[in-house]
């Protein structure tokens, strides 16, 4: 299939010479002004355009900027076309952002050339960009399974297995989606946000490593002293995240994590731990995470105690609405019962 060039000049002459030049391997469109041109970006996407510089009305270079501020225009490639061959112009074009210019009067055998060089580069870059992104991929799975692995090291360690890790992670998923719909904490709730707090969540128990196993299986009920101990988890596991993962993962994967380690036991009113946040002092990770890992650690069988009821887990949890956990946030996840028992029946 052949590429496509939009050619933008406001001469027709040259509108001509460029189509017939270029008509043999090219798919050729032209318009002649800056506003036409955007009209015919408006529903198509050309491998290539050939801006002219001097055009009444919106010239060739209000163009550029404003195909270089557009997301979706800017990696199109642009060669100018330009009849001012001086050191300034031509200084002026790369500036700008244009892989290249043409000087007019046309020399068919440049600009054939230069055409051709543009397009082959363009095609070398998205081939670049696309074995990038497998390898990004490669490694965002690699890292996530990593990630699963130790949650589930250190969910083992306390009698509970590596389900817990993924209810509790479907559970925030399904939170976040229900969020999301009702436009909850729509600034915050970025697509990168929600990717990392999902990803992220398998990680929030992982302090548990500097507890002595045994209390973290000990089979009846603790003493203060043991309690006390197991509450160092939250602040231990921010901690190890911080130390460890801030040169290997992006800093905002980090800094959720790091909120979800550290901060998944604060409480709404303020009576938690480890540091007595209250209300939106309390990151919305760990806010969210609160609820999904509550309800899990409610419905699920421990070593120590049977799994409770979908209806039983919800009385509790809505005794603590405002206490334990934000209202707007259980509202939700109380409003979502329907789904919450298909999701457990699934898991």
Same mark, same amino acid.
């Given at each position: 299939m052949?590429? $496509?060039?939009?050619?933008?000049?406001?001469?027709?002459?040259?509108?001509?010479?460029?189509? #017939?030049?270029?008509?043999?391997?090219?798919?050729?469109e032209t318009?002649?002004?800056?506003?036409?041109?955007?009209?015919?970006?408006?529903?198509?996407?050309?491998?290539?355009?050939?801006?002219?510089i001097?055009?009444?009305?919106?010239?060739g270079?209000?163009?550029?900027?404003?195909?270089?501020?557009?997301?979706? =225009? &800017?990696?199109?490639?642009?060669?100018?076309?330009?009849?001012?061959?001086t050191?300034k !112009?031509?200084?002026?074009?790369?500036?700008?952002? %244009?892989?290249? /210019?043409?000087?007019? @009067?046309?020399v @068919?055998?440049?600009?054939?050339?230069?055409?051709?060089?543009t397009?082959?580069?363009?095609? /070398?870059?998205?081939s670049?960009e696309q074995?990038?992104?497998?390898?990004?991929?490669?490694? $965002?799975?690699?890292?996530?399974?990593i990630?699963? !692995?130790?949650?589930?090291?250190?969910?083992?360690?306390?009698?509970?297995?590596g389900e817990?890790?993924k209810?509790?992670? %479907?559970y925030v998923?399904?939170l976040?989606?229900k969020m999301?719909? &009702?436009?909850?904490?729509?600034?915050?709730l970025t697509? !990168?946000?929600?990717? /990392?707090?999902?990803?992220?969540?398998?990680?929030?128990?992982?302090? &548990?490593?500097?507890?002595? #196993?045994?209390?973290?299986?000990?089979?009846? %009920?603790?003493?203060?002293?043991e309690?006390?101990?197991?509450?160092?988890? %939250?602040?231990?596991?921010?901690?190890?995240?911080?130390?460890?993962?801030?040169?290997?993962?992006? *800093?905002?994967?980090?800094?959720?994590?790091?909120?979800?380690a550290?901060?998944?036991?604060?409480? =709404?009113?303020?009576?938690? /731990?480890?540091?007595?946040? *209250?209300?939106?002092?309390?990151?919305?990770?760990?806010?969210?995470?609160?609820?999904? #890992?509550?309800?899990?650690?409610?419905?699920?069988e421990?070593?120590?105690?049977?799994g409770? $009821?979908?209806?039983?887990?919800?009385?509790i949890m809505?005794?603590?609405?405002?206490?334990?956990?934000e209202?707007?946030?259980?509202?939700?996840?109380?409003?979502?019962?329907?789904?919450?028992?298909?999701?457990m029946?699934?898991?």
């Amino acid at each position: 299939m052949k590429k $496509t060039i939009l050619v933008v000049d406001d001469s027709r002459f040259n509108l001509v010479i460029a189509k #017939d030049l270029l008509s043999e391997e090219y798919r050729v469109e032209t318009v002649n002004s800056g506003e036409l041109a955007f009209q015919y970006l408006a529903g198509n996407e050309p491998d290539l355009v050939l801006l002219d510089i001097q055009m009444p009305g919106m010239d060739g270079f209000e163009v550029m900027r404003r195909i270089q501020g557009s997301e979706e =225009w &800017k990696k199109i490639p642009v060669i100018f076309l330009t009849a001012d061959r001086t050191e300034k !112009t031509e200084e002026t074009c790369f500036q700008m952002g %244009a892989m290249d /210019y043409i000087g007019k @009067p046309f020399v @068919p055998a440049i600009m054939l050339q230069r055409v051709r060089r543009t397009l082959e580069l363009q095609g /070398y870059r998205k081939s670049l960009e696309q074995m990038v992104e497998q390898q990004l991929q490669r490694i $965002t799975q690699l890292q996530q399974g990593i990630i699963i !692995t130790m949650a589930n090291l250190i969910e083992s360690r306390d009698g509970t297995t590596g389900e817990h890790v993924k209810r509790t992670s %479907a559970y925030v998923n399904l939170l976040v989606n229900k969020m999301q719909e &009702k436009g909850i904490y729509k600034e915050t709730l970025t697509s !990168t946000y929600i990717d /990392y707090l999902k990803k992220a969540s398998p990680l929030h128990d992982i302090g &548990k490593l500097t507890v002595p #196993d045994r209390i973290l299986q000990k089979p009846g %009920a603790l003493t203060q002293e043991e309690y006390d101990l197991i509450k160092l988890h %939250a602040q231990a596991g921010g901690q190890l995240i911080q130390e460890n993962m801030n040169r290997i993962v992006d *800093k905002e994967f980090v800094e959720i994590a790091q909120d979800l380690a550290a901060f998944h036991h604060e409480k =709404w009113n303020g009576l938690g /731990y480890p540091n007595g946040l *209250k209300g939106e002092e309390i990151p919305l990770a760990a806010r969210i995470l609160a609820i999904a #890992d509550v309800f899990d650690a409610l419905v699920s069988e421990r070593q120590y105690k049977k799994g409770m $009821t979908l209806d039983q887990a919800f009385g509790i949890m809505e005794k603590e609405r405002g206490n334990s956990f934000e209202p707007v946030l259980l509202d939700v996840f109380l409003e979502s019962k329907e789904e919450l028992a298909e999701l457990m029946e699934e898991l």
